[in-house]
């Protein structure tokens, strides 16, 4: 577990710390369903440090996927 941490933080991952479905998960702004591409925007972090939370800064999916769905999964035919 402890190797997970150093993995999802030295990319960037942060955790959701308000109370709700996503209680304690990871999440990252380039790092979206049917959004492929966005992760070439990720870098490594080089020394990420201990980061303050921002409980108050979480974003919001439920509201944001609301707002502007992400683009259905194409699946292939089996």
Known sequence: ???FNRQVNGWGF???LKRGPDHKTYYHE???RGRP???TLMVRL????KRIP???GEPDFYGISSKAPLPEI???PE
């Open 1 to 3: 577990f402890e190797s």
């Open 14 to 16: 942060k955790r959701l």
């Open 30 to 32: 380039c790092f979206l």
């Open 37 to 39: 591409k966005l992760t």
């Open 46 to 49: 080089v020394n990420p440090g």
């Open 54 to 56: 921002d409980i108050d």
């Open 74 to 76: 194409v699946r292939w």
